[in-house]
């Protein structure tokens, strides 16, 4: 489970620099259309389409790193309240809940782009963006969130026995 661990860590800090990359990047594209929009009256046509792929395209990178960051929002009303084998019962049943989450959309998110892929499906905007690119990121973005569901979990059931 170590090596996992350190191949995890890995894709971890290559996802997340490669988010950091497309925040960057939206931040940009966003700026430089509202300069040329308003001053210019000349919008990036493409600024939309694009935009809405780095925002896709962020959340998938960045998920497995902010669940293990335990950075993601949770309702800590219940969790901060308990002690012991009920704290331990709700954060088992909420990694149970995104492990479950994570297989649908690898296994479903791999299908349908695949599908995509093999209809040469496109998107019916000005660029023409295949579909399979933009949705291929979500089973690949769910891979590491399964690990670190997988990683969290032995960690607390290993935390329980002792």
């Known amino acids: 489970m170590q090596f996992i661990g350190k191949i995890l860590l890995i894709i971890n800090k290559v996802f997340l620099c490669l988010a950091s990359i497309n925040m960057a990047a939206l931040v940009v594209i966003v700026c430089l259309d509202l300069l040329l929009r308003y001053f210019f009256s000349s919008p990036l046509l493409w600024a ?11 959340t998938f990178l960045a998920t497995a790193w902010v669940f293990k960051e335990d950075g993601h929002v949770v309702i800590d009303v219940f969790i901060g309240k308990t002690r012991g084998f009920k704290k331990n019962l709700l954060m088992n049943i909420n ?18 782009t695949y599908d995509h892929y093999k209809r040469r499906v496109f998107n019916p905007t000005i660029m023409e963006t295949p579909i399979a ?30």
Do not use: H, Q, W
């Open 95 to 112: 990694n149970a809940i995104v492990g479950i989450v994570s297989v649908v959309l690898i296994y479903y998110g791999f299908i349908t």
């Open 48 to 58: 939309t389409e694009v935009t809405e792929i780095l925002l896709l395209y962020i």
């Open 133 to 162: 690119i933009i949705i291929m990121i979500i089973p690949i973005g769910c891979i590491p969130l399964l690990l670190e569901v997988l990683m969290k979990g032995r960690n607390l059931l290993t935390k329980r026995d002792n």
